[in-house]
Nanobody, 121 residues
Framework: QAQFVESGGGLVQPGGSLRLSCVAS????????MGWYRQAPGNQRELVAA???????AYADSVKGRFTISRDNAKNTVYLQMNSLKPEDADVYYC???????????????WGQGTQVTVSS
């Protein structure tokens, strides 16, 4: 079965940068769409960025031009490069992927454990 582990969160000043990573491992047959979400206490989880297996991307309007999602299919990894960070970007970030495990006929959603991004002076 597959595993999905993320890292890269931390504390950064406004205008700074962070790079989040999420790595899938295990008996993986294929990975389809991958994405990043964020959620603050009391709020719904919202999509930040997504990328298809073919490399097509989509972004929330609030991060467009500042964040970049990418993937390395050989390493089963998705990245979120966050530049020009603002206080309103502070949230717990979660990676997501549609993964078909070896021995399975279908793909299922997998979630990372969440990583805290704090933007403060």
């Amino acid at each position: 079965q597959a595993q999905f582990v993320e890292s890269g969160g931390g504390l950064v000043q406004p205008g700074g940068s962070l790079r989040l990573s999420c790595v899938a491992s295990g008996s993986i047959f294929a990975i389809f769409t991958m994405g990043w979400y964020r959620q603050a206490p009391g709020n719904q989880r919202e999509l930040v960025a997504a990328i298809t297996s073919g490399g097509s991307t989509a972004y929330a309007d609030s991060v467009k031009g500042r964040f970049t999602i990418s993937r390395d299919n050989a390493k089963n990894t998705v990245y979120l490069q966050m530049n020009s960070l603002k206080p309103e970007d502070a949230d717990v970030y979660y990676c997501n992927a549609q993964i078909r495990s070896s021995g399975s006929s279908y793909a299922y959603d997998y979630w990372g454990q969440g990583t805290q991004v704090t933007v403060s002076s």
